[in-house]
């Protein structure tokens, strides 16, 4: 008679056992586990929700992968992409671009998992999200060099971690930080439940859906089929998180508000101009601070309330960053359009601004009245003057521009001195985060400290193009070549270009 797989499983996964021939802590430094001061018999408790053996797995993700490749090979033969609208094309460059190598990132930290979480169990798992994560690298890759025939901005999708374009360096930043300087646990409550429990249901569900209501059905297949991996492998936060409140709560508060804060700003990044300007407006399934509200603030609050944490100290700045932080973050971007691989889409043609205030109330007077300037300048063929000349200054911490996680009045950012250098922040709550520990991120150069230290030569804004790797052929620039300004042609103060 067959077992169940119930009447087995706890014996294949559970292979730990007493160490003789070493000692434990040499086995399982504490600077890799994590464990600290959490007793070693504490983690006999750790469970994952989601019980799998590898011959399902592999069944499963055989099923799975044939899906992909089957779709991805029919719409290929069809020609579908070359119909795709140039905006959302953009918003596919940005995600591959910003995420591919993230997923390799995971690889190593799932790894890590496999060999120095404190519990079996956990160790167990990580073998699966190890693969998990194998596959994504591999699926953008895939999906990305089939399309360089046709578009080579997505020979980015591997190139872009290794150039110093500045924000490519902000993602790093953010996930090396809490995938790989982070130890076990710590990785858990930051990567695995506040970003792929939480934060990439934003960037591959909602993005799926936006994807597919855009005629990409390859691409929304694939973050599909991504995403039910991540629900998976994801779960590893919770039974980590279960534990630690038992010994130390405090420190899994402290983890999970700076992960949560950081999060944010990088996917109002990533995620927020993709939704509210790169989906075609009629093709749009809700606005960015509706998925956060329903996927993001609903998750975390669940989460809170569940395990008996607090919110964190800064929801209100939260909440107002979500009205207007990405807002900030696009305007900024296609502001600064030469030091991009994509081309950004302006998104503020009539009808997109109508849908803009009525997502946004405050959207009108906070941002409405910059882009007129922009507008006023692209219609009197004055385009040099929505150029920069120079390049933003930068938080020392999440590596975005200072006055980007408020409104265009939350311009001033806050400082601090510390060891003799002084650090700028985009918020009150960057600058905490920071302070919880600042030897971690005191040493990094943001990329307008490499300006100023002569890292970049010549030190202007073709050097910092140079040092980036962006070339003319990739040089990012508006999407639609300004066609959206003439909507505004008849209105006071705008002018036709003669």
């Not at 590893?236 to 700076?258: I, K, N, S, Y």
């Not at 509200?293 to 008996?308: K, Q, S, T």
């Not at 302006?346 to 882009?371: F, H, I």
């Not at 230290?453 to 040092?467: E, S, T």
């Amino acid at each position: 008679m067959l077992l169940n797989r119930d009447d087995w499983y706890d014996i294949s996964r559970d292979v730990d056992w007493s160490l003789t021939h070493v000692d434990p802590e040499v086995a399982f430094p504490t600077s890799w586990s994590g464990a600290q001061n959490v007793p070693a018999d504490a983690w006999d408790k750790w469970e994952e929700p989601f019980r799998v053996s590898y011959r399902d797995y592999v069944r499963i993700q055989r099923e799975k992968e044939s899906g992909v490749k089957a779709v991805g090979n029919a719409l290929g033969r069809a020609g579908l992409f070359e119909k795709l609208d140039p905006a959302h094309v953009a918003a596919s460059h940005l995600h591959m671009g910003g995420t591919c190598m993230v997923e390799h990132m995971a690889v190593t930290m799932q790894s890590r998992f496999c060999r120095f979480a404190p519990s079996s169990k956990w160790r167990n798992l990580g073998v699966f999200g190890m693969l998990d994560e194998t596959r994504h690298t591999q699926l953008d890759m895939r999906f990305s060099h089939e399309l360089l025939k046709v578009d080579e901005r997505f020979d980015w999708t591997q190139k872009a971690f290794h150039t110093n374009e500045w924000g490519i360096l902000a993602v790093k930043n953010f996930f090396d930080d809490i995938m790989l300087n982070a130890d076990c646990v710590e990785a858990a409550l930051a990567t695995s439940l506040t970003v792929e429990h939480g934060f990439t249901n934003v960037q591959f569900v909602a993005l799926a859906a936006d994807a597919m209501a855009a005629g990409d059905i390859n691409w929304s297949n694939l973050l599909s089929s991504i995403q039910t991996d991540e629900a998976r492998h994801a779960q590893q936060g919770f039974p980590t998180l279960e534990v630690l409140m038992e010994h130390d709560p405090a420190r899994a508060q402290t983890a999970l508000d700076v992960a949560f804060w950081r999060s944010t700003r990088l996917f109002q990044t990533l995620t927020g101009p993709a939704m509210d300007y790169y989906t075609p407006v009629d093709q749009r399934k809700h606005s960015f601070k509706e998925f956060m509200l329903e996927w993001i603030v609903n998750h975390h609050e669940r989460i809170l309330e569940d395990y008996g944490l607090k919110k964190p100290w800064y929801w209100d700045t939260f909440m107002y960053s979500l009205e207007n932080g990405h807002h900030a973050m696009h305007i900024g971007t296609w502001f600064w359009r030469p030091t991009l691989f994509w081309k950004p889409n302006a998104g503020v043609s009539k009808d997109e601004r109508d849908w803009l205030r009525e997502k946004y109330p405050t959207w009108e007077e906070n941002w409405g009245v910059m882009w007129d300037e922009i507008i006023k300048n692209v219609n009197n063929d004055e385009i040099y003057n929505t150029l920069p000349d120079t390049l933003p200054a930068l938080c020392n911490l999440t590596q975005l521009p200072l006055g980007s996680s408020g409104s265009r009045h939350d311009l001033q950012p806050t400082q601090k001195l510390y060891k003799g250098r002084l650090y700028s922040f985009d918020s009150d709550v960057s600058q905490w985060c920071f302070e919880q520990d600042p030897e971690r991120y005191a040493g990094h150069e943001s990329f307008v400290d490499r300006f100023i230290g002569g890292k970049i030569l010549p030190a202007d804004l073709a050097g910092g193009l140079l040092y980036m790797g962006i070339t003319p052929e990739v040089m990012g620039d508006d999407v639609y070549d300004y066609a959206w300004a003439k909507d505004y042609l008849n209105q006071p103060g705008q002018t036709a270009a003669v």
